[in-house]
């Protein structure tokens, strides 16, 4: 037992602890990505890790585009940054991908520390789990199946880029896209990303397969691990992977034959090279962030296209951001519902409770509503066409990465402007909404009221 200090009033550690417990869990991720990025700006603004002058506000875009796994750059990663700036982006990515939470919790449990009421409720919120021991499981699984997964895509790499790279530097980059793509970064060694490979397969394979991995969600392929046979997963998981599969054909039969007869991208290529690139651009906006073809030049109906596509993002308890695919079946289902005049939204013959349809009601509204918000403010401070705007702010909310080239033509205030986008997008809009009004439950009952609707 510690020893009283006259100095220090029951009042002062009253008010204290009650402050403590007062900070809300959204609070708590919120700040924890800040603190991450600050690190993050603090080492790439070291004078070894660049090759140039690097202003603060250039550190801090790249720092959040790493932590915010996004892939926004105003900076070419492979000739402006050294090996250790390089490697530190690698590090952020990987830290912002898999949450920080995973490594303080599976450090916390191995160290056999046991976590606080308050830590306990951190956790939850940022694993969307509702107890200590689901945290716990899924946070070891998060940690084991991430770095599985990575070592089998820095292999594949390697071994793809052996021959034309020599050993050294096939392995590094095999080490650096396979943190980028797992992760769904889209950060990349080469100033046009990936477009030299646009008729490579093996490489397109390797990096969508990687980065739709990670976009499913670890639920999932915790569900898949555990289960093994598809009539026994959850629900959840049934709908993340049909829903998946559908987007990523739809979009990508879609961008075919939007673009194939574009001279600026699939006109001039051979029917398979036509059949690779459209594949690859149709997954990369579910928040990846490469590209094979250029994405100014796409045409305005793909353009838009990839936009909804990086609304809707990946799977919940992913390395993906976005409105997130669970939400938006939920959103299409209880609009389905309402038109055929039912009462309950049933999905896979299983009814969703009131609580999560209103839940992925204000998920979107609150995520259209920012990217409304982004969309004025850019328009207002940056001379640039009007798609190009609403295509980078949903790409920057989405933290998907992509840009039809106004990343780097940016002013301050769109800078600005873009980082609080990436750093709400991971965050999640809903829990950064959580962090600037703590729900508080009301005990008391009006009378109904009747407002016209439509």
């Not at 056999?112 to 939850?124: D, E, F, N, P």
């Not at 898949?224 to 054909?249: A, D, E, G, Y």
């Not at 690859?280 to 250029?294: D, E, I, K, S, Y």
């Amino acid at each position: 037992m510690k020893p009283w200090d006259p100095h220090v009033s029951p009042y002062k550690l009253s008010a204290a602890k009650k402050y403590a417990f007062n900070v809300s869990p959204p609070a708590v991720l919120f700040l924890g990505f800040i603190l991450l990025i600050a690190i993050g700006s603090l080492l790439l603004k070291l004078p070894f890790a660049t090759h140039a002058e690097t202003s603060w506000l250039q550190s801090v875009f790249t720092a959040t585009s790493a932590v915010t796994v996004t892939g926004l750059v105003i900076l070419d990663t492979g000739t402006h940054f050294t090996l250790f700036g390089q490697i530190v982006i690698a590090l952020l990515i990987q830290i912002g991908g898999l949450s920080f939470m995973t490594f303080a919790i599976v450090a916390a449990l191995s160290l056999g520390t046991k976590l606080g009421i308050g830590q306990q409720m951190i956790a939850q919120e940022a694993f969307n789990q509702t107890s200590l021991e689901k945290v716990a499981h899924t946070a070891k699984y998060v940690l084991i199946y991430s770095l599985f997964i990575e070592l089998i895509g820095f292999i594949a790499l390697t071994v793809i880029w052996l021959n034309d790279l020599g050993f050294g530097k096939a392995a590094y980059h095999a080490f650096f896209y396979t943190i980028s793509s797992f992760n769904n970064a889209g950060f990349a060694l080469n100033s046009n990303s990936l477009m030299h490979y646009f008729d490579n397969l093996s490489v397109n394979l390797v990096i969508t397969a990687l980065f739709i991995i990670g976009g499913i969600g670890f639920l999932v392929l915790i569900d898949i691990k555990t289960q093994k046979k598809w009539r026994k997963l959850s629900v959840n998981s049934k709908i993340v992977l049909i829903s998946t599969l559908i987007i990523n054909l739809f979009g990508f039969v879609l961008i075919w034959i939007l673009e194939a007869g574009n001279p600026a991208t699939l006109g001039q290529l051979s029917i398979a090279d036509q059949a690779i690139a459209s594949w690859f651009q149709a997954v990369t906006p579910r928040t990846a962030g490469f590209n094979t073809l250029a994405i100014e030049e796409l045409t305005n109906a793909t353009t838009t296209l990839m936009i909804l596509l990086m609304f809707i993002g990946g799977g919940s308890l992913s390395t993906a951001s976005g409105l997130k695919i669970g939400t938006f079946v939920v959103l299409i289902m209880a609009t389905y519902t309402f038109l055929r005049r039912r009462d309950d939204v049933v999905i896979l013959q299983r009814t969703i409770p009131q609580q999560q349809v209103m839940k992925a009601l204000a998920l979107a509204i609150v995520s259209i509503t920012i990217i409304f918000i982004g969309i004025f403010i850019l328009t207002a401070i940056e001379k640039a066409p009007f798609i190009d705007i609403v295509f980078e702010v949903v790409s920057a909310l989405s933290t998907v990465g992509l840009s039809r080239g106004l990343t780097a033509q940016l002013s301050m205030g769109g800078e600005i402007l873009i980082i609080f986008m990436m750093i709400v997008g991971r965050v999640g809009p809903l829990t950064f909404a959580y962090f600037l009004a703590t729900p508080k439950k009301k005990h008391i009952k009006y009378a109904n009221a009747d407002i016209q609707v439509g």
